[in-house]
Nanobody, 129 residues
Framework: QVQLVESGGGLVQAGGSLRLTCAAPGTGNIFRIENMGWYRQAPGKQRELVASITGGDSANYADSVKGRFTISRDNAINTVYIQMNSLKPEDTAVYYC?????????????????????WGQGTQVTVSS
């Protein structure tokens, strides 16, 4: 299974900015990453989609973050970013990275492909008022 490692969370005042990074280290078996996204989960609430981006760089945002957050990806290093500006206390949550695609393994000269859908461990974002 593909591992994802997030970084960049922290404590920021309302109106401030943070940039989260999610990378897939040890990517030797990754054949293709299709969709990458960021989700968040606040205490007592369900995990929700914040933003996602396809392999063709088509982005989708939750209404609550449109105009404030920007998602981007660098396919050369299998990394997705989210730039979060004008942060609000209601943005406080644990942010999780997600990626799906295909892995490729080679056994005795034959190639095998399998789907993956991986999550990062989460990074805390806290916005103080």
């Amino acid at each position: 299974q593909v591992q994802l490692v997030e970084s960049g969370g922290g404590l920021v005042q309302a109106g401030g900015s943070l940039r989260l990074t999610c990378a897939a280290p040890g990517t030797g078996n990754i054949f293709r990453i299709e969709n990458m996204g960021w989700y968040r989960q606040a205490p007592g609430k369900q995990r929700e989609l914040v933003a996602s981006i396809t392999g063709g760089d088509s982005a989708n945002y939750a209404d609550s973050v449109k105009g404030r957050f920007t998602i981007s990806r660098d396919n050369a290093i299998n990394t997705v970013y989210i730039q979060m500006n004008s942060l609000k206390p209601e943005d406080t949550a644990v942010y999780y990275c997600n990626a799906d695609g295909q892995e490729r393994t080679t056994v005795a000269g034959a190639q095998f492909f399998s789907d993956f859908d991986s999550w990062g461990q989460g990074t805390q974002v806290t916005v103080s008022s």
